[in-house]
């Protein structure tokens, strides 16, 4: 094949979920020569793959949408209080079509290898459909869980029945009806699907190795006039949401200022219990302290334990389904009728960690302790979260350095953004930036924002490059780490896919950054100061 490069761009981009698209169209706004590779048949990212039953949103749909366009949050109309992935799906291909985004789209294309070229200083991105293409930005929109992870049990292969990853969702219905289902893994995905599947499915067996917290859903169909004020209020709601820390809940009560430390026992148990009838996230912010210090941590635990213990009627079962982590130190589930699930005579719950899966057989699954017949697998053992999409790309900086080496020991950004050696690379919601601890699409139109201006910036000053500082990329990683030190994001209990710890092999890192609103107010400082931290050359 010829060096050539087939294409020239301005700005290359991979994956046209919601941080592509929105990148494409400031992109044509900026009339700047733009392309997005995808490697999936259509827009959407997380929510084209994954189609499993029960997959929703657990933002509320209200918020869980662009920001970027009046009319666009006018027009649209959500249905639910809680998106479910078609609507959702339906509702990123109607941005693609008002947007006039599909014809700088290339489907069905991956993005194999990307290098930078010190002397014409433009990246040269190849992918698995021949294309080899040059550009002076590299956006990465690739996803935080957007690399499914299959589980490495011996057989997988042998299994004679059908098995599905949640995240790799076929697009044909598939038929539970009268079937024997196994549903490994017991995340946000399993928690979602279980009890859907458990509606029409012969019998569910849940395998978990280790259980989730999951809060409510409180799911409804949503109330035109509740609509209809949202609206009338959208800019209001979303410059309170900016300043929650996961910039989101701004239409629920912030919950109070005071330790949950310093309230009485019927105090702190009904606004607990408030909390926990509203649904959703607003439960973890109904005390300041309840993400922070273990005992405040203990004492919401304590509630949800005992929530489960009230609506699981087996007591085995009940005690099996509750978490001894702390609360908040994993992803939390918002469930729609998952613990009630377990009531269902056709669902059954496995103890994973006392009796292992030894082995996927052709006819089922061998645990340690015995031999189970299954119709259908279900793997829901979720993904090789924040990085695995960008180091499964062969990404090569300054020197031909593989980004595979430079974060050998853990991701390395400056503001989850740029990374040092790989000048106008930039990661949008990457390790270092608050990305999966929010509300992502805010976060996305955040780091698009940043992108643009910064384009902007540099070609009012004739500037060809940006990169990090190994200063102040080395500064913010210690930034990064001070944040969550001491709190229960790295308790050592929790192995969670922020630290990297489902990934055998994989160093821990706590890879996100809590706190929305101070890392906006630091984004805004470091553009205020002439891109700080950043050398523009
Ligand atoms: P994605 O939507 O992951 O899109 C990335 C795209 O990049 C994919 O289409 C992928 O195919 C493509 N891609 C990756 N690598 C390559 C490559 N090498 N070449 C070409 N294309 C590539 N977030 C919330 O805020 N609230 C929620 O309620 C919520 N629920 C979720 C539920 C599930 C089941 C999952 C998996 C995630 C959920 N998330 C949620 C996170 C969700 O990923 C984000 O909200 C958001 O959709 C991310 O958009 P994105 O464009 O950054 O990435």
Request: glycine content about 8%; aromatic content about 10%; overall charge negative.
């Amino acid at each position: 094949m010829s060096d050539q490069p087939t294409l020239e761009l301005d700005v290359a981009i991979v994956g046209a979920g919601f941080a592509g698209l929105y990148m494409l169209h400031r992109m044509h706004q900026d009339q700047r020569a733009a392309r997005v590779f995808e490697a999936g048949s259509g827009v959407g990212g997380t929510w084209y793959w994954n189609r499993y039953p029960g997959a929703r949103c657990d933002v509320e749909s209200l918020e869980y949408c662009y920001s970027f366009d009046n009319d666009l949050e006018q027009e649209w109309d959500w249905t639910e209080r809680y998106s479910t992935q078609p609507e959702i799906e339906k509702y990123a291909n109607h941005v693609a079509d008002r947007f006039d985004l599909r014809e700088d789209i290339q489907f069905d294309t991956r993005v194999t290898a990307a290098s930078f070229d010190e002397t014409s200083n433009r990246w040269i991105v190849e992918t698995d459909q021949g294309d080899r293409v040059s550009a002076q930005f590299l956006v990465m929109g690739t996803g935080c869980l957007s690399s499914p992870i299959m589980p490495d049990f011996p057989g997988t292969d042998t299994f004679k029945g059908e098995s599905y990853h949640t995240g790799l969702w076929p697009k044909d219905e598939i038929d539970f009806s009268g079937k024997s289902v196994a549903i490994v893994g017991t995340g946000s995905s399993g928690i979602q699907a279980t009890p859907v599947i458990a509606e029409t499915a012969k019998s569910v067996t849940v395998f978990q190795r280790t259980p989730s917290f999951s809060l409510p859903s409180d799911n409804s169909p949503l109330d035109p006039a509740e609509v209809a004020d949202v609206k009338a209020h959208y800019t209001e709601l979303r410059e309170i949401n900016a300043q929650r820390p996961a910039a989101l809940g701004g239409r629920w009560p912030k919950g109070t200022e005071e330790s949950v430390l310093d309230a009485t026992v019927e105090e702190r148990e009904a606004v607990l219990e408030n909390a926990w009838t509203l649904g959703g996230f607003t439960f973890m912010q109904s005390y300041p302290d309840l993400a922070l210090t273990p005992e405040a941590n203990t004492i919401a635990a304590d509630f949800v334990r005992g929530k489960i213990r009230e609506t699981v009627q087996d007591e085995a079962t009940a005690a099996l389904l509750s978490p001894e982590i702390p609360i908040g130190c994993k992803r939390m589930v918002i469930d729609s009728g998952y613990y009630q699930a377990f009531n269902r005579p056709n669902v059954n719950l496995l103890d994973a960690r006392s009796a292992p899966i030894e082995e996927i057989t052709a006819t089922g699954i061998r645990t340690t302790d015995a031999e189970h017949e299954f119709d259908i697998i279900v793997y829901a053992t979720g993904f090789d979260a924040m990085t695995g999409a960008l180091l499964r790309i062969d990404i090569r900086g300054r020197g031909g350095e593989p980004l595979h080496d430079a974060w050998a020991a853990g991701p390395r950004t400056y503001l989850g953004l740029g990374v040092v050696g790989f000048p106008n690379l930039f990661t949008i919601t990457g390790p270092g930036s608050p990305s999966v601890l929010a509300n992502m699409i805010t976060g996305i139109e955040q780091h698009v924002n940043f992108i643009t201006d910064c384009m902007t910036h540099m070609s009012e000053l004739g500037r060809q490059t940006i990169e990090a500082t190994l200063e102040a990329q080395d500064a913010w990683v210690d930034h990064v780490n001070s944040v969550v030190e001491g709190t229960v994001f790295v308790d050592p209990r929790c192995n969670s896919w922020y630290l990297g710890a489902n990934v055998e092999g994989k160093t821990r890192v706590f890879m996100p950054l809590p706190g929305y609103p101070q890392y906006v107010e630091k984004c805004e400082a470091v553009v205020a100061n002439g891109y700080e931290g950043f050398v523009l050359a």
